[in-house]
């Protein structure tokens, strides 16, 4: 190969790659481990959370262990190939979203059925709860699980047409995350779209969706504040979230470095996602604000309401479930929501 083809090519293969090491080691690290996650590299996922972990395993492991990062802006960053490139051995870990592509995780997208979680705290604890206690299943097998988590619950961002009532959701064309969350927009009459968030800005721009369920943190990402004008605040749904280690590789690493792995994963990561999300939403929340959105508060009373409708769609997605392999949906999503009450009650007491 040609010097130039060869530097081209090696500057490809690391475009969207962000190297960590631990602060002061003079020598190169023994290992080097890759994570991949969907996102910009200026986002929450990479800034707080993989670039704090991959600097956390490199200082217990004295500079033994260095984590390369690659973004949305590599060739390892498309949504739909984050579990697939672990499980391969392409990446040796991937942050994912559950619900792309479909029916991955069954089990998991229990926690993501509507008006179930309000906090990403008590959601987080909860998912993680729920594998810890086995109720996932087969769900995650392939892997070394690190961690889930979820988002704080997610609103209704319009174009034009606000949302204050149900009957405003009739004939609207959401982009929708999941399947679970899709379920809920047929319900309500609405018409779910599965998008990437690459393909959100776009195809609101054309008119293609008038409006998404998402995250503030998400909308802002995606800078699609700019064009929407009305926020519907009713925590209506949640989105679930893996953090997974191909476990071959983990299997193979010295025992040190496993350790180290095993003390910042897990409980000790899954606590900090509450805060992460306060902070990545504030800024989201604020950019609206900035652009003069409509944010529709929706009360706990209204909010109550809307949850008793959902519980025919909640019904026979849990039915649907049975289908998919999940042996006992009702007891999870019973206990899901056991769970939820406990870390409200801990976490949220004097919330209103």
Do not use: C
Not at 57 to 70: A, C, R
Not at 211 to 238: F, I
Not at 277 to 282: L, Y
Not at 320 to 343: C, H, M, N, T, W
């Amino acid at each position: 190969m040609k010097p130039m083809k060869l530097r081209n090519t090696l500057l490809g293969l690391l475009a969207g790659a962000t190297i960590l090491a631990g602060a002061g080691m003079a020598h190169a690290a023994d290992i080097t481990l890759k994570v991949s996650h969907y996102l910009p590299p200026s986002h929450g996922f990479q800034k707080d959370f993989l670039e704090s972990w991959g600097k956390e395993l490199s200082e217990k492991t004295n500079g033994k262990v260095e984590v390369e990062i690659y973004d949305a802006t590599s060739a390892f960053g498309k949504i739909d190939r984050q579990a697939d490139q672990v499980r391969a051995g392409v990446m040796d870990m991937a942050v994912g979203l559950n619900g792309i592509p479909r029916d991955r995780y069954p089990a998991a997208s229990i926690i993501e059925l509507p008006f179930l979680v309000k906090y990403a705290d008590s959601g987080s604890e909860t998912l993680w709860t729920l594998y810890k206690e086995g109720l996932l299943g087969s769900d995650y097998k392939d892997f070394k699980l690190l961690a889930l988590f979820t988002h704080p619950g997610g609103l209704i961002h319009t174009l034009d047409n606000p949302v204050r009532s149900l009957d405003d959701l009739k004939g609207l064309r959401l982009r929708t995350p999941s399947p679970a969350i899709s379920a809920m927009l047929e319900s309500f009459g609405a018409s779910p779209v599965g998008l990437p968030p690459s393909a959100i800005y776009e195809n609101l721009q054309k008119g293609n969706i008038e409006g998404l369920v998402a995250t503030w943190d998400l909308v802002n990402a995606v800078k699609a504040n700019e064009l929407l004008k009305y926020h519907t605040d009713a925590a209506a749904y949640t989105a679930g979230f893996y953090f997974v280690m191909n476990q071959k590789k983990y299997d193979s690493l010295p025992d040190d470095v496993r350790a180290a792995i095993d003390e910042i994963s897990g409980d000790v990561l899954v606590g900090k996602f509450g805060d992460w999300w306060n902070k990545w939403e504030a800024v989201g929340k604020a950019n609206a604000e900035q652009h003069g959105n409509e944010i529709i508060m929706i009360d706990d009373a209204t909010r109550a309401k809307w949850q008793e409708a959902s519980q025919p769609m909640i019904q026979e997605y849990l039915a649907g479930l049975k289908e998919k392999g999940v042996s006992d949906p009702d007891a999870i999503y019973k206990r899901a929501q056991e769970l939820i009450a406990e870390f409200d009650a801990k976490y949220h007491a004097g919330d209103k």
